[in-house]
Structure formats: C-alpha cells, structure tokens
C-alpha cells in the first residue's frame, strides 16, 4: 500500500513538473542562411503571407493574420487603440493589410472584367459587370489607402527616412507604395474604361491629379497606353538596366505618327522633296518614353492629413533629366527604368523580322530609310548614330544600346539615335539616303544647341562601310563610267541626281566614327557558291528603279535602264560587298576626312596573330583595317562582334574618351 501511494506521488510529481515547465522550454537548431534572409525580407510581394514585421505586430491585436487581411479596416482601428505600437508599426502594417486585400481582390474572378462572356443574357451580362465594377471599386479603395499610410511611414515618422537607411523595413514599404501606384492606374483604367492617359483619378472621396511639372513635353500629348514596366518580362535583353530609388516605374506609349506621304513612294531626291508634313516623316520622334510616377499630398502637414485628405498629385518626372525628386523637403533618388521602353519598341515594332523581308523585296513599306530616336530629344546631350549591317535590323545594336542606358555618364552625355535601311539596296544608294536622312535630323536641332555638334557615328559590317562614306569627301563621277564602259550611261554623267550619289561631302555633325567587322576592301565571302545563289535571289526594290526611270522619263526606259546599269554600277547590296564588285574598286580606297578621328573594331576567329590570316570568317582583317585609326582593336570573335561583352567594353571606352576631350567627363582614377 505504502508503496503504491509513493509511486503515484512520484508520477504526479513529474507530471505537475512537467506541466510548470513546458511552456518554458525553448529548443535550438540551425537554420539555413537563405531562411533567415527570407524571414526577415519576404512580404505579401513575395509570398502568399504577410511580412514578419506585420505580423509581430498583428499578434498584440490577438487576431488571425487572415482575418486582418480580410477586414484591413477592422485591424487597423484596433491597432490604434494599442499605445504600445509606435507610430512606425502601425502605419507600415496598415500599408501591408490594405495593399494584402487589394491584391487578394485581384486575384479573384470577382475584379476581372475578362470574366464576361458573349453568350450571357444581357441581363445576367449587366448584373455580372456591375458586381464586376463593385468589387474594382473596393480595390481601388485599398490600394489609395496603402499609398497614404506608406507614404505616411516614409516621410511623417519620428524618424526620419535617412534615419533608417538600413531598415529592410523602409524597403519593404517603398516597394508597396511603388507597386500600389502602379496597380492604382491600371485598375482605374480598366475599371472606368479610361484611356490610360487619364488626367484625374476618383477613387471614392480621394481625387488624384496628374502633375506634368516634371515632364513638361508630353503634358499635351495624348497617351496610347500607360503601362507599369513591373510585369514586363524581356527576352532577348540580357539585362535590364534600372535605377533604384522613389517612385513607380512606367512606360508612356505615344500615338504613332500619322503620315500622309505613303511610306511606299520612294523618294529619289528626298532633300530637296516637298513633304506633305513639312519635314520627313520617316524621322521617328521617341514614342516610347520612360516615366516615374510618384503620389504625393497636395497640401499635408500631418499624418492624419495624408491619410484623410482628399488631395493627391499623381507626379510624372522625366527620369532622364531628373534623377532625384524632391519630397517632403528632401530629396531622394528617382527610380527609373532605362530598358523598359527600348525593349518594348523592339517588340512592337519586330524590325528583326521587317529586315529579312525587306531584303527579299517583300516589304515594301520600309523601302526608304527610317531614323529613331529612341529618347526625347534632348539640346543638352551629344548624338551617336548607329547604322546595321546587311540583313539585320537596329536589334543589331541591342547590347551596346542597353550598356548606354546602363552607363551613368553616357546616359547622361548621349542620346541613340537608330537608323533602319532596306540592305539590298545599292550600297551608294543606302549612302545617299541615309546621308540625306541624318542631315535632316540634325537640321532640326538647334544651331547653338550641344546636340548639333561632336556627334558619334557608329557602323557594323555593311553600315560600317556606309559610315565611312558619311564622313569622307570624294567624287567618284569619273571613275565611275570609266569603269561602266558604255556610252549610253555616260549621257547621265551630268545628271544631278546621278552625280549626288557619286559626289561625296562629310556631315559636319560628326567628328568621331567607329568602324566594327567592316568589310572597307570587300569580301571574298560574297564570292562563294552559296551566297552568289542567295545573291540571285535578293533583289533590287523596284519601287527604286521605277522611281528613277520615271525620274529620267524620255532619256531611258526602266528595262533599257535596268539592262544598262543592272549588271554594272547599280546591283544589290549584298553583290556590292564582293572584293571584286565595281562598288569596292571605286570605294575601297576612300579615307574618312581629317577632322574625322575614327577606330576600327576587328573579329577574329583564327588563332594566329598573322594579320594576312586573321578573319571574323566573313570578313579578313585586311580588309576591316584603315590605316590612320585612332584605335584598332582585335577581339576574339565572329562577324557579329558588335554583341560580344568585349567590343561592348571598348565601344564605352571609345565613348567615355570622345567625352574626355570634349572637357564634358573626367575619369576617375581607378583603386588598386
């Protein structure tokens, strides 16, 4: 008896103990670094759950995460019935909850006007839109609520925000306000069937008002589309280059131009052409603008101020020009994204494409040369002209182009402009039109604007030797029947319009050009067996010959001007690059001007240092080199060296150094 008395004591004894203690037991094992990291930095952006931060603080509510993110309004009230909650607590808790629900909403078919059908009683059809119309509201409704308490906790703390510089917290906030800006406008847009231009925004009791003061040029523009750069996803960039900082990152998409002179005449004298618009429409304004958009109060001094008060400025800033914002007195770096419209406009435009068919003459629409900038036009900033080569298209330049953007001190010194161009023209004939076509730009800059000087001409391959041409002063007119032998051509020998395309001046814009994979003596590559078949194939654009029999009306048909000059001095582009064409015996000899400073970019795939061997495997280097560089750089690689990170480094190098001379950057000198 005594002994099973003990034994039950000693059981309850371990029990009662084990009771007491086991809430007081605290176990320890690793974790992985990466589970850390995550606890501390992963939000409702980056998972389905609230960020750690918000809920610790949700915990002194004693409500469920769930049923915060369900009721935000609810939470948020009895967060600031708690005194122990610092201001910073609440406001970037709340700013998680509202922007929580509005995505919640998102997700569900509820907010998606793409739910309608076609085959729904009209009926049906109304109530389903009208539900459809009442949950976008209540969206909206939560994402202006987490821009003001975001806004709030970013700049109307105890703290100020360089206060907590190291905050992963302030992070996190950022990138909910940035995130509900962006989602703001595109439910409204979709919500009101405005056009994404839009220059107010109601959401319940809060008017939002676009300010332009930032970017003055598009302010009378109207917008095709307005569209946040967060879900865009590029292929063929092998980076995107952006700039951290405030503010929502978007792309302004501008109507497209209209043009009354049909792209498909082609215009034999275009300098000299009346164009219907005043000027040439085949010069393309920017239509793809990077914008910033930030949300501000319009006139608020407290916390309760920028949560309740109706007022907000939706503010567009220009982040080329601006790379700071101004806000609450301070200034802070203005987020951007540089790549953003670039690859948009590739993809929209698909010139990859436009090129192979134009090449075959199956696309006429492009026939005459086209010019795009790919900015606004800036007074301010130096010019640097890219020109393809044969069968390519601006894609050619997508590397170099996104390394200009992605370079600070050329982003802020240079302007790109593109040039396209059917490459089965004659190549004297691409000169004489892109020389036309680049006059003309520069005829719409200023005389006293820095733009209109020390501008940078770059050309690959078949562009190279177009470039090389742009840049030199030569006349050709006599060697050129010399070398016809027929004395039917040699009536045109005084025509104006034969002898501008032989006659060659430099444009005076330009004081520096490079030269990549540029076959200057021809190839011996546009001589084998399979690219003389495909030379067969390619064609000269008859809108070009018929437009310059019409020109010559009465002194030669089109099939006696064909027959005549077909075989001779006027062929196709890819026939021009023959080492043995009538083109290269007249051209090969022709050096840039002496005001010109030019340097060569050279592929090699053949391990030897023998310049007699060297070879990108189209073109030698014999032929790619011009004596009087300033720089001539070999690089290990094929004809399309312009993409290789390599030519990329020395292309900025070129750059940064025309930058240095001019006394517009000074290099900094580089820690070993």
Same mark, same amino acid.
């Given at each position: 008896?005594?002994?099973?008395?003990?034994?039950?004591?000693?059981?309850?004894?371990?029990?009662?103990?084990?009771?007491?203690?086991?809430?007081?037991?605290?176990?320890?094992?690793?974790?992985?670094? =990466?589970?850390? !990291? *995550?606890?501390?930095?992963?939000?409702?952006?980056? /998972?389905?759950?609230?960020? &750690?931060? #918000?809920?610790?603080?949700?915990?002194?509510?004693?409500?469920?995460?769930?049923?915060?993110?369900?009721?935000?309004?609810?939470?948020?009230?009895?967060?600031?019935?708690?005194?122990?909650?610092?201001?910073?607590?609440?406001?970037?808790?709340?700013?998680?909850?509202?922007?929580?629900?509005?995505?919640?909403?998102?997700?569900?078919?509820?907010?998606?006007?793409?739910?309608?059908?076609?085959?729904?009683?009209?009926?049906?059809?109304?109530?389903?839109?009208?539900?459809?119309?009442?949950?976008?509201?209540?969206?909206?409704?939560?994402?202006?609520?987490?821009?003001?308490?975001?806004?709030?906790?970013?700049?109307?703390?105890?703290?100020?925000?360089?206060?907590?510089?190291?905050?992963?917290?302030?992070?996190?906030?950022?990138?909910?306000? =940035?995130?509900? !800006? *962006?989602?703001?406008?595109?439910?409204?847009?979709? /919500?009101?069937?405005?056009? &994404?231009? #839009?220059?107010?925004?109601?959401?319940?009791?809060?008017?939002?008002?676009?300010?332009?003061?930032?970017?003055?040029?598009?302010?009378?523009?109207?917008?095709?589309?307005?569209?946040?750069?967060?879900?865009?996803?590029?292929?063929?960039?092998?980076?995107?280059?952006?700039?951290?900082?405030?503010?929502?990152?978007?792309?302004?998409?501008?109507?497209?131009?209209?043009?009354?002179?049909?792209?498909?005449?082609?215009?034999?004298?275009?300098?000299?052409?009346?164009?219907?618009?005043?000027?040439?429409?085949?010069?393309?304004?920017?239509?793809?603008?990077?914008?910033?958009?930030?949300?501000?109060?319009?006139?608020?001094?407290?916390?309760?101020?920028?949560?309740?008060?109706?007022?907000?400025?939706?503010?567009?800033?220009?982040?080329?020009?601006?790379?700071?914002?101004?806000?609450?007195?301070?200034?802070?770096?203005?987020?951007?994204?540089?790549?953003?419209?670039?690859?948009?406009?590739?993809?929209?435009?698909?010139?990859?494409?436009?090129?192979?068919?134009?090449?075959?003459?199956?696309?006429?629409?492009?026939?005459?040369?086209?010019?795009?900038?790919?900015?606004?036009?800036?007074?301010?900033?130096?010019?640097?002209?890219?020109?393809?080569?044969?069968?390519?298209?601006?894609?050619?330049?997508?590397?170099?182009?996104?390394?200009?953007?992605?370079?600070?001190?050329?982003?802020?010194?240079?302007?790109?402009?593109?040039?396209?161009?059917?490459?089965?023209?004659?190549?004297?004939?691409?000169?004489?039109?892109?020389?036309?076509?680049?006059?003309?730009?520069?005829?719409?800059?200023?005389?006293?604007?820095?733009?209109?000087?020390?501008?940078?001409?770059?050309?690959?391959?078949?562009?190279?030797?177009?470039?090389?041409?742009?840049?030199?002063?030569?006349?050709?007119?006599?060697?050129?029947?010399?070398?016809?032998?027929?004395?039917?051509?040699?009536?045109?020998?005084?025509?104006?319009?034969?002898?501008?395309?032989?006659?060659?001046?430099?444009?005076?814009?330009?004081?520096?050009?490079?030269?990549?994979?540029?076959?200057?003596?021809?190839?011996?590559?546009?001589?084998?067996?399979?690219?003389?078949?495909?030379?067969?194939?390619?064609?000269?654009?008859?809108?070009?010959?018929?437009?310059?029999?019409?020109?010559?009306?009465?002194?030669?048909?089109?099939?006696?001007?064909?027959?005549?000059?077909?075989?001779?001095?006027?062929?196709?582009?890819?026939?021009?690059?023959?080492?043995?064409?009538?083109?290269?015996?007249?051209?090969?000899?022709?050096?840039?001007?002496?005001?010109?400073?030019?340097?060569?970019?050279?592929?090699?795939?053949?391990?030897?240092?023998?310049?007699?061997?060297?070879?990108?495997?189209?073109?030698?280097?014999?032929?790619?080199?011009?004596?009087?560089?300033?720089?001539?750089?070999?690089?290990?690689?094929?004809?399309?060296?312009?993409?290789?990170?390599?030519?990329?480094?020395?292309?900025?190098?070129?750059?940064?150094?025309?930058?240095?001379?001019?006394?517009?950057?000074?290099?900094?000198?580089?820690?070993?």
């Amino acid at each position: 008896m005594h002994y099973k008395m003990n034994k039950a004591f000693v059981l309850c004894s371990l029990l009662f103990t084990t009771v007491l203690t086991g809430c007081q037991v605290v176990s320890v094992k690793e974790q992985a670094f =990466n589970v850390t !990291i *995550s606890n501390e930095r992963d939000s409702i952006l980056t /998972r389905d759950k609230l960020s &750690e931060a #918000s809920l610790n603080v949700l915990s002194m509510t004693g409500r469920e995460a769930r049923i915060c993110t369900e009721l935000p309004q609810e939470c948020v009230e009895a967060l600031k019935e708690i005194p122990q909650i610092l201001d910073e607590q609440l406001l970037s808790t709340a700013s998680e909850l509202y922007l929580a629900k509005s995505l919640q909403l998102g997700k569900g078919s509820e907010c998606k006007s793409s739910v309608l059908t076609k085959t729904q009683s009209e009926e049906k059809k109304q109530l389903q839109k009208q539900n459809i119309q009442k949950c976008q509201d209540q969206q909206l409704a939560m994402l202006d609520q987490s821009i003001r308490y975001s806004y709030a906790y970013l700049f109307k703390t105890q703290r100020a925000p360089q206060d907590r510089i190291f905050d992963n917290r302030q992070v996190q906030i950022r990138d909910f306000y =940035n995130l509900a !800006i *962006s989602h703001l406008i595109h439910v409204y847009s979709e /919500r009101h069937q405005a056009k &994404e231009g #839009s220059r107010k925004i109601q959401v319940g009791n809060s008017i939002y008002t676009v300010d332009f003061e930032n970017y003055p040029e598009i302010k009378d523009q109207p917008f095709e589309k307005l569209m946040s750069t967060y879900n865009m996803n590029f292929s063929g960039l092998s980076s995107i280059t952006r700039r951290d900082g405030f503010g929502s990152e978007f792309v302004v998409v501008l109507p497209e131009e209209k043009r009354i002179t049909p792209n498909k005449k082609y215009i034999v004298d275009p300098l000299n052409f009346k164009y219907a618009e005043g000027s040439n429409p085949n010069i393309h304004s920017a239509r793809y603008l990077a914008t910033t958009i930030t949300a501000v109060p319009k006139s608020a001094t407290s916390i309760d101020q920028i949560i309740n008060g109706p007022e907000f400025q939706l503010k567009l800033h220009d982040p080329y020009k601006h790379e700071k914002v101004t806000v609450a007195g301070k200034q802070y770096a203005l987020a951007a994204n540089f790549s953003a419209p670039y690859g948009l406009w590739l993809a929209e435009n698909n010139l990859g494409r436009a090129a192979y068919l134009v090449l075959i003459d199956r696309d006429d629409n492009l026939i005459m040369p086209h010019l795009y900038m790919l900015e606004p036009y800036n007074p301010k900033k130096k010019v640097i002209v890219l020109i393809h080569g044969l069968a390519s298209s601006p894609e050619a330049w997508i590397r170099l182009t996104n390394d200009i953007m992605g370079d600070p001190v050329l982003r802020e010194n240079f302007q790109v402009w593109q040039v396209f161009y059917s490459t089965n023209m004659p190549i004297l004939e691409s000169r004489f039109q892109i020389n036309a076509l680049v006059q003309q730009g520069f005829a719409r800059v200023a005389n006293n604007a820095p733009a209109k000087k020390d501008a940078v001409l770059v050309g690959h391959s078949m562009g190279g030797v177009i470039a090389r041409l742009m840049v030199s002063q030569a006349d050709i007119t006599q060697d050129a029947f010399k070398l016809v032998q027929n004395t039917r051509i040699a009536q045109f020998k005084d025509n104006p319009l034969f002898k501008a395309r032989l006659q060659m001046q430099p444009i005076p814009n330009f004081t520096r050009a490079i030269f990549l994979a540029t076959p200057h003596r021809g190839t011996e590559y546009a001589d084998r067996w399979h690219t003389k078949l495909a030379r067969k194939i390619i064609r000269i654009p008859g809108a070009f010959l018929g437009a310059f029999a019409d020109t010559l009306q009465g002194e030669i048909g089109l099939k006696d001007f064909v027959k005549e000059l077909g075989h001779d001095l006027i062929q196709n582009g890819p026939s021009d690059l023959s080492e043995n064409s009538k083109f290269t015996a007249l051209t090969k000899d022709i050096q840039p001007s002496k005001n010109i400073k030019f340097h060569s970019i050279i592929g090699n795939t053949v391990d030897t240092q023998d310049t007699k061997l060297m070879s990108d495997d189209i073109v030698s280097y014999e032929s790619a080199y011009l004596e009087g560089a300033v720089s001539s750089k070999v690089i290990k690689g094929g004809h399309s060296i312009q993409e290789t990170p390599e030519a990329v480094l020395e292309l900025r190098r070129i750059l940064r150094l025309h930058l240095t001379e001019l006394g517009l950057y000074q290099p900094q000198k580089v820690l070993k």
